[in-house]
Antibody, heavy 123, light 109 residues
Framework: EVQLVQSGAEVKKPGESLKISCKGS????????IAWVRQMPGKGLEWMGI????????????SFQGQVTISVTISADKSITTAYLQWSSLKASDTAMYYC????????????WGQGTLVTVSS | QSALTQPASVSGSPGQSITISCTGT?????????VSWYQQHPGKAPKLMIY???KRPSGVSNRFSGSKSGNTASLTISGLQAEDEADYYC?????????FGGGTKLTVL
């Protein structure tokens, strides 16, 4: 059975750093893309980016990749079948539920979803 | 503002059929047969219901079906049941990115 288990809810202050995780099991972790999807309070789904754990090929949505800097960083450690989403300096506008999900390819559907990690950024 | 346009809400009575539309452009829905649909109940993670426009994952009821015409994709739910009440999101590959619709709240009357 494919499972994606995400780390627990976080409460942070603006300017702090954060790294949340998504552990995959029940499938060949290196061979499937892992995507991150944001859902702000009361809002819809937004694709943030994807990573292929097999070779760490990473692609970001233009909405989350600024012209100079990337607002978030996606990474993965295939040795422990875990993907990560991290921020170096959180903003209040980062408050949202974050989901990880598998994809067969960089253009395909989101097959399986984690339970979500709620990130709250407040002073 | 979402790249794909969905009605904010639809409703139907048990046993009836409803259709949710998802309007994009020739750069996304119109160019690729890579439209998928997701069901999300309150407080839960989304669930894949339809992929590649018309395909149903194993375990998804055959009451759910998808179609596409030009730049508009549609999700049809037949024989509405109370458990179908949820938010539904369409999604399409768009060349260099992946776009979601704004979501449609389905109410079963």
């Amino acid at each position: 059975e494919v499972q994606l288990v995400q780390s627990g809810a976080e409460v942070k202050k603006p300017g702090e750093s954060l790294k949340i995780s998504c552990k995959g099991s029940g499938y060949s972790f290196p061979g499937y893309w892992i995507a991150w999807v944001r859902q702000m309070p009361g809002k819809g789904l937004e694709w943030m980016g994807i990573i292929y754990p097999g070779d760490s090929d990473t692609r970001y949505s233009p909405s989350f990749q600024g012209q100079v800097t990337i607002s978030v960083t996606i990474s993965a450690d295939k040795s422990i079948t875990t993907a990560y989403l991290q921020w170096s300096s959180l903003k209040a506008s980062d408050t949202a539920m974050y989901y990880c999900a598998t994809r067969r390819g960089p253009t395909t559907e989101f097959d399986y979803w984690g339970q979500g990690t709620l990130v709250t950024v407040s002073s | 503002q979402s790249a794909l346009t969905q009605p904010a809400s639809v409703s139907g009575s048990p046993g009836q059929s409803i259709t949710i539309s998802c309007t994009g452009t020739s750069s996304d829905v119109g160019s690729y047969n890579l439209v998928s649909w997701y069901q999300q109940h309150p407080g839960k993670a989304p669930k894949l219901m339809i992929y590649e426009v018309t395909k149903r994952p194993s375990g998804v009821s055959n009451r759910f079906s998808g179609s596409k015409s030009g730049n508009t994709a549609s999700l049809t739910i037949s024989g509405l049941q109370a458990e179908d009440e949820a938010d539904y999101y369409c999604c399409s590959y768009a060349g260099t990115t992946t776009d979601f619709g704004g979501g449609t709240k389905l109410t079963v009357l």
